[in-house]
């Protein structure tokens, strides 16, 4: 399918699930989320179907739930650009409550990075100072994948937003209570957050990176994925 056959099935079944017909909509979207679909139709579609939100958001999160409830991998992208779509812009609570509840049934990596660039990562771009205080919260929950998600929307940020210095430390300080995460799959999030915010910002993370190996004892899978960018020399100064 290309992009207006994706654009034209996507606001029929928006215009159904409006009628309250969530499983003709999803009976007709199973086979889009179940073949190999690309993520960008994947996400398109999921814009055309938040639509849906003003006029019958009962109506929406039923389809959604039923996406998810498939537990395909081409449900995540629909599902968090869907969740972004209809919430970031106005309700952004609502938005990251919505793609908590996702991640933690989803109970697997590849949705908790999904959701979480579409929703938490865009979430940022969309209103940082109001997006931060709420990923806090997410650094002590009990599961890893919420944990994991901080780092993705960190990574997120970090690689569509250039040149913020100011915002990439305060993303520094929003990672540091994790830099001594334990579980692995929590780890490799984290990791990959510290990973972009290298690349872009390399003078800020190194000196970060001293201050808290001089008092903490992070895992060595941390501390290699946060130098992956950093010059040759400053990586053999925390990995030698």
Known sequence: MNRAEVRELAARYRNEVIAGDVEGALAALHPLVAGRTPFPLLDLAGRVIAGAAAANPTALTALLDGLAATGEMG??????????????????????????????????WHATDVVGERVLGEGLRADFDAALPLLEHWRDEASPWLRRAVGVAVHLYAKRERNRPDRAARLLDLLEPLFEER????????GWGLKTIGRFYPDLL????????????????????????LPAEIKEEFLG
Request: glycine share 4%; charged share 25%; hydrophobic share 50%.
């Open 75 to 108: 449900a995540w992208p629909l599902i968090g650009s869907a969740l972004a779509a209809a919430y970031l812009p106005h309700d952004l609570p609502r938005a990251f409550a919505e793609a908590r509840r996702y991640i933690l049934q989803a109970d697997v």
């Open 183 to 190: 579980d692995t799959a929590a780890l490799k999030g984290v």
């Open 206 to 229: 190194a000196p970060w990176l001293r201050e808290q190996m001089a008092g903490k004892t992070p895992r060595k899978l941390m501390v290699r994925k946060a130098v992956t960018y």
